[in-house]
Structure formats: C-alpha cells, structure tokens
C-alpha cells in the first residue's frame, strides 16, 4: 500500500497548456497507425526527413555481384554510415550482427532468377518471419508494363494488406523492363498505381527530365534508386538532384558499393541527402575520406 502513502496533493495537470498534436515528418504517412510511424523512424532520420538506404538485396535473383561476394568483409563495416539497409532475410540472419539498431528493409518478393523472366515473382517472405525479424519495412518490386504485371501488383497489394494488419509499411520497388522507356511519364505511372494501392513508399529511378513531376504526383515518399554504377561525381550529382527535386532520400547499391572506397562514398552521399552538400564538395569530402581511409 506504499503507492496510497505517498499520494501528492498538489498535482500539475498545467489545464491552461493545450496539449500539442505533432504532425509526423513523412509525406502521406499523417493517418498511419503509431507502430508504422516508429518503424518509419528506423528508416527516415526524423532531423532531416531524409534517409540513406544502403542496398545489398541484389543475390536474390543476381547472386554474389561484384561487391557483394562477401558481405561479411565488404558492407559489415559500412553499417554505422547507413540510416537503413535493404536486403535479404538469408542475408540477414547469417551475416548482419544483430546490434545493428537502424531500419531493417527486408526484400519480400522473389523467384526468378536473371536467367528467367524477373517479373514473375512471388511473394518470398512469411509476414510472422518478417515480425519476427524486427524488421521496419517489406520491399516489394512491381513490373509495370512488365509480363507479370498484375502478378507483381498482387504481390504488393497482399503484403500491403499484411503490413497494415501488423505496422509493417511496404516498399514498393518499380522495375523498368527492358522494353519501357525510362521517362517521366512512365514513372509518374507506375509510382502512383503503386501508391494508390497502398504502397507507403516507394523506390524509383531519376530521371534527368521531370523528376520533380514523378516526385509531386505521388503521394508518398520517393526514394531514389542508384542504379548501375557511375562515376562518383555523377552519383553524387543524381542524388543531390533527386533529393531537390523532391525525393526523400536514395536507395544506393552498387554506386556504393561498388566504388574504390564504398565507406567514404557512402559517407559522401550522406552529406549529400542529410545536409544538401553540393556534388562537388561532396566528391572533395570522398577524397579526402578515401586517402584519411586509405591510410
Ligand atoms: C533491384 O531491383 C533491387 O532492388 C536491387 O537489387 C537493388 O536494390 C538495386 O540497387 P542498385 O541499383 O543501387 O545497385
């Protein structure tokens, strides 16, 4: 009965403050319940709004491509740059120390490999495994004007449905075939079919042309994807357009790391997303950390 002993009279219930309602930071993501916001929290630095996802999803259809024959060595030690990382569960449970406290994007979609037809795929993960997990969010890629178009869509509607059960956002990752042209117009299209059917963010391709319009049409936040490699400077021009042109952040693999120092190159976006960082004296910033690290 300690707790009865010990009641104060003088209780401060401060009546003349209004009690403040804060707006969450994201783009469309106002009405989602609280367990979604906190995982996109994991995702998105709330500071800047932004984030930098680092991809090494690519060996479930690609296998160990250059710069992923071993994770172990090569992306381990570039956790502490990333704000979230993409990847598979396989991936996941055997080779990411499970003190890594950032958002967890894990890949829920697969099945063919680049020997088949890529928009066959199927759902590839189990929502409790994905629980279980921990994880912040569930990628999906969607073939617009692919073979498995609606296949591919199905897939995300369904983890979509899963997602909201449990407060887990969907990713959606927009594929181009090799047939689509990789305009504004397309991805205006496919951007916001994916957010009209309930994708809470999404992963697409720059474009030179228009970007600003795929980004303002689409409802939810835009998170660039990196692409095949370029040289450094025209990464770090692609992500700094993309971020002003009105995307959330960048999704980046192989321009990271594929790079002669993926650490540094990954820092360099950071300033890049994080803090507006000119290309320029973003590539400046990676030599100088390439020779510091290099050392
Ligand atoms: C592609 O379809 C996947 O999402 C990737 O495996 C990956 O995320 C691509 O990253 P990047 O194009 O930046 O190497």
């Not at 450094?232 to 992500?239: H, I, K, R």
Request: glycine residues 8%; contains cysteine.
């Amino acid at each position: 009965m300690a707790d009865l002993d010990q009641i104060r009279e003088a209780k401060q219930y401060h009546a003349d403050v209004p009690v403040q309602t804060r707006p969450f930071f994201l783009k469309g993501a106002n009405a989602l319940d609280w367990g979604m916001q906190n995982r996109f929290s994991r995702i998105f630095d709330p500071t800047t709004g932004r984030t930098v996802m680092l991809a090494i999803d690519h060996g479930y259809f690609m296998g160990p491509t250059t710069g992923l024959e071993r994770i172990d060595l090569n992306i381990v030690p570039l956790l502490p740059y990333c704000d979230a990382l993409m990847l598979t569960r396989g991936v996941l449970r055997s080779t990411i120390p499970s003190t890594f406290g950032r958002g967890v994007v894990l890949r829920a979609s697969g099945g063919p490999s680049i020997l088949k037809e890529l928009s066959n795929e199927q759902i590839a993960v189990d929502i409790e495994d994905a629980i279980r997990l921990n994880v912040a969010a569930l990628a999906v890629q969607i073939f617009i004007g692919g073979e498995y178009e609606t296949q591919s869509v199905h897939n995300m509607t369904r983890l979509v449905d899963l997602g909201n059960r449990y407060g887990i956002p969907i990713f959606a990752v927009t594929a181009v075939g090799k047939q689509m042209t990789r305009d504004a117009q397309y991805f205006r299209l496919a951007c916001r079919i994916c957010a009209e059917l309930g994708a809470q963010f999404i992963k697409t391709y720059y474009v030179a042309d228009g970007f600003d319009t795929v980004a303002a049409s689409c409802p939810v936040p835009l998170v660039m994807a990196g692409g095949k490699k370029l040289p450094e400077l025209d990464a770090l021009t692609m992500a700094y357009n993309a971020v002003d042109q009105g995307a959330a952040g960048v999704d980046m693999g192989r321009n990271i790391f594929q790079a002669d120092a993926p650490a540094a190159m990954l820092q360099a976006v950071r300033a890049v997303v994080h803090q507006k960082m000119p290309p320029k004296q973003a590539l400046e910033l990676y030599e100088t950390l390439k020779r510091e690290q290099g050392r």
